[in-house]
């Protein structure tokens, strides 16, 4: 009995998204996902598995804030973010990268 065909990778392509704010081209698990929540307030997907419609943006927080200031995070969700959901997403980035 072998288990080696279980080791072989399925594809070489890994699945690869672009940021919405840079338009750069990476892959998926290197991006940050944004997804609208039912309420329509878009909230930071983790998981990368949430329902619903989403956005892809890097880990920068150049990026970040330029999709909020420019409303195309609110253009890619298709949703209209209030003020403390904007607050909530650059702190979240701020966060992240302070602890990294
Ligand atoms: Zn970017």
Redesign the pocket.
């Known amino acids: 009995m072998t288990i080696l065909w279980m080791m072989r990778p399925k594809s070489k392509h890994l699945p690869q998204r672009t940021?919405i704010?840079?338009q750069?081209i990476k892959e998926k698990k290197a991006l940050i996902r944004l997804v609208r929540a039912e309420n329509g307030v878009a909230e930071v997907d983790i998981s990368g598995k949430k329902p619903g419609r989403g956005a892809y943006?890097?880990p920068?927080k150049v990026?970040w804030e330029l999709v909020l200031k420019k409303n195309r995070l609110e253009y890619a969700l298709r949703t209209k973010l209030s003020d403390d959901n904007r607050q909530i997403l650059i702190e979240y980035i701020h966060n992240l990268l302070e602890e990294s």
């Open positions: 940021c704010a840079c750069q943006l890097c920068k990026c």
